[in-house]
């Protein structure tokens, strides 16, 4: 065994490095398809060889990763769906898109599942550090956000899409989709919200919550917007410092009806009328499920194929590869079974989060859940084509799954709950 120390702080360091990486594998870096396509496989597989290699690493130092599923029906009903979207491949139109998908969804499912696994561990043997989700993930949200804003300052061309005519310009550009960038940072500023209190007499949240909230201005993305509102209004009634809450309730009442008018109600992007059609999603929506879907009702057309063909296109609709909507996107690839099997999960994930004893696990999971879920209704979303927001949401429930076991054998090492001032672990047998 190991005999130098464990020190917390140096893990979780790498561990938000992983997180980052794992998070910059999602964005298209380059102008190549191919190569983007297989750096995002590359970079994704690396950060699930490093947890791995950083759980070995652990364990020959003493810390034990032994642990028990509760809340099992959510663990066992998302491997049944990963299992219906293998077989699925076998009458896909595009079998090669269908597996590359898959592959990633089942890469990001054992990342996610050995992340909280190790955790899980931390939060066990350290019970006065803080391992949860959000302290872990607001660093790598924070700074992925904040590449995309110096990108906007230092190379617009790259970083801004153009849309309706020229007359908008969203961050994000062909790196990333806006709306998904949108979330994204939505997500951080809720992980930032969730460390206020711990942040005594420091700037650094609020600058943080700036980049955040800045670069999802940028990407004019509405459905973000949307979610910062609801998770915002959450925290003002959940949170328990004073300082906090005023200080909070004041910047949103100053900025958010600038940020209605200027996002929502903009002219440019088409004003109310457009929001009422959900950007033209509404009739996209009805073709699908009223001319695609009748064709394949039970098993759908494959893993994340929406038609017979590459493209759907309505009578009366544009063109599009996927359905702006994860839960039609799993109806059309996957059939009522898929649809079924998804609903299912979820219900018994939220199930598990409303019995969850501990408040704070409770608001972190919905301050963290509320932009990924609001992003599903009008982009690729938790269940659709491989995205972050898919990552976000196995981290989630399975922070409700995996729970350490405290049936070690007689011989094993085990560290104790000890941490002294010089910074040493102390190691101990647990007694025969």
């Not at 398809?33 to 070995?56: D, E, H, P, Y």
């Not at 955790?119 to 607001?138: G, H, M």
């Not at 009702?297 to 009366?316: A, C, D, E, S, V």
């Amino acid at each position: 065994m190991n005999s130098r120390p464990i020190v917390p702080s140096y893990y979780l360091f790498w561990i938000r490095i992983i997180l980052f990486f794992k998070i910059l594998g999602f964005l298209a870096l380059f102008e190549s398809g191919g190569l983007n396509k297989l750096v995002k496989i590359g970079l994704g597989t690396c950060m699930t060889l490093a947890i791995v290699l950083l759980s070995n690493t652990l364990i020959k130092k003493g810390l034990s990763l032994r642990i028990q599923l509760r809340n099992s029906l959510a663990f066992w009903g998302y491997l049944a769906y990963l299992v219906l979207a293998g077989i699925s491949i076998f009458w896909a139109f595009d079998k090669n898109f269908a597996l590359i998908q898959l592959f990633r969804d089942i890469d990001l499912f054992i990342f996610s599942f050995l992340l909280i696994r190790l955790l899980k561990s931390f939060e066990l043997a350290f019970p006065d550090r803080d391992f949860s989700l959000s302290n872990t993930l607001y660093w790598p949200v924070s700074l992925n956000a904040a590449y995309f804003l110096l990108g906007y300052f230092f190379a617009p061309d790259v970083f801004l899409r153009l849309t309706h005519d020229g007359d908008v310009a969203r961050l994000g550009g062909l790196i990333m989709n806006p709306n998904e960038l949108g979330m994204l940072c939505s997500l951080g500023a809720g992980c930032i919200l969730l460390k206020f209190s711990s942040f005594k007499r420091s700037l650094l949240p609020l600058f943080l919550l700036f980049i955040c909230l800045s670069v999802m201005y940028l990407t004019g993305s509405r459905s973000s917007l949307i979610g910062f509102s609801l998770l915002s209004g959450i925290f003002l009634l959940r949170s328990k410092g004073k300082w906090s809450k005023i200080l909070l309730f004041f910047s949103i009442l100053i900025v958010l009806p600038f940020a209605v008018q200027k996002i929502v109600l903009n002219e440019e992007k088409g004003g109310a009328e457009e929001v009422l059609s959900m950007t033209g999603r509404i009739p996209f929506w009805h073709a699908l499920l009223t001319e695609a879907h009748p064709k394949e009702p039970l098993l759908g057309y494959g893993f994340m194929n929406i038609y017979y063909t590459k493209y759907f296109q309505g009578r009366n609709t544009y063109p599009a590869t996927m359905t702006h909507n994860t839960f039609i996107q799993v109806l059309l690839n996957l059939g009522y079974a898929g649809a079924f099997i998804v609903l299912v999960q979820m219900a018994v994930s939220i199930r598990a989060v409303i019995r969850e004893r501990n408040d704070f696990k409770r608001l972190e999971f919905w301050l963290l859940f509320i932009p990924i879920f609001i992003n599903s209704l009008t982009e690729f979303g938790i269940w659709g084509e491989t995205n972050y927001g898919i990552l976000f949401y196995q981290l989630l429930f399975l922070s409700f799954v995996v729970q350490n076991s405290t049936d070690f054998q007689s011989r094993e090492i085990r560290i104790t709950n000890n941490f002294p001032k010089n910074g040493k672990l102390k190691i101990t047998k647990r007694p025969i």
